[in-house]
T-cell receptor, first 111, second 113 residues
């Protein structure tokens, strides 16, 4: 089967840098995506890594190592508004429409 | 227009009621999705429509009935729901067969009494 693991909760201070890790198990790999979801809100697509390396989008970066079945989301210059849940996701090996989500990491940014 | 809209935002219904959730997108996406999300859990896929045809049904009970009238609209008809069906129902859309990014609507918070 396919599965993703990520920490359930991370706490960091405003202005700091935080890294949210995601390890995955899948026989067919088509890239790793990241979504942000604020309480009561909708998931919002943040980034996608199809190849190894770092993708940067403003304060957010995402990294992928296919050989290690591992990726992370890096958030820099943390702001209070970054407090949210973050989900990593991979495409289902049998269906190009289906995303398999990790259980989510709840990030709490403290002043 | 780069958003997915959903109505209503909140819905309270009894177990004998019939109601419908609506979703609309104007991004030209030909794949549309219904997800169910419980508190502190990831979204769970329910249905996928591709080119207005039902492509995936994740063994969802028949009290949930999806409909895709055209490429921009997606409905979810609800009938005889159970209290455990109370959840956030999310609609999403994507380019066809995109395992990369899906665009989610704000969701309908459903409470079944």
């Amino acid at each position: 089967g396919q599965s993703l693991e990520q920490p359930s909760e991370v706490t960091a201070v405003e202005g700091a840098i935080v890294q949210i890790n995601c390890t995955y198990q899948t026989s067919g790999f088509y890239g790793l995506s990241w979504y942000q979801q604020h309480d009561g809100g909708a998931p919002t697509f943040l980034s996608y890594n199809g190849l190894d390396g770092l993708e940067e989008t403003g304060r957010f970066s995402s990294f992928l190592s296919r050989s290690d079945s591992y990726g992370y989301l890096l958030l820099q210059e943390l702001q209070m508004k970054d407090s949210a849940s973050y989900f990593c996701a991979v495409r289902d090996q049998d269906s190009s429409y289906k995303l398999i989500f990790g259980s989510g990491t709840r990030l709490l940014v403290r002043p | 227009d780069t958003e997915v809209t959903q109505t209503p935002k909140h819905l309270v219904m009894g177990m004998t009621n019939k109601k419908s959730l609506k979703c609309e997108q104007h991004m030209g996406h030909r794949a549309m999705y219904w997800y169910k999300q419980k508190a502190k859990k990831p979204p769970e896929l329910m249905f996928v429509y591709s080119y207005e045809k039902l492509s995936i049904n994740e063994s969802v009970p028949s009290r949930f009935s999806p409909e895709c009238p055209n490429s921009s609209l997606l409905n979810l008809h609800l009938h005889a729901l159970q209290p455990e069906d109370s959840a956030l129902y999310l609609c999403a859309s994507s380019q066809v067969a995109s395992g990369r990014s899906q665009f989610f609507g704000p969701g309908t918070r459903l409470t079944v009494l």
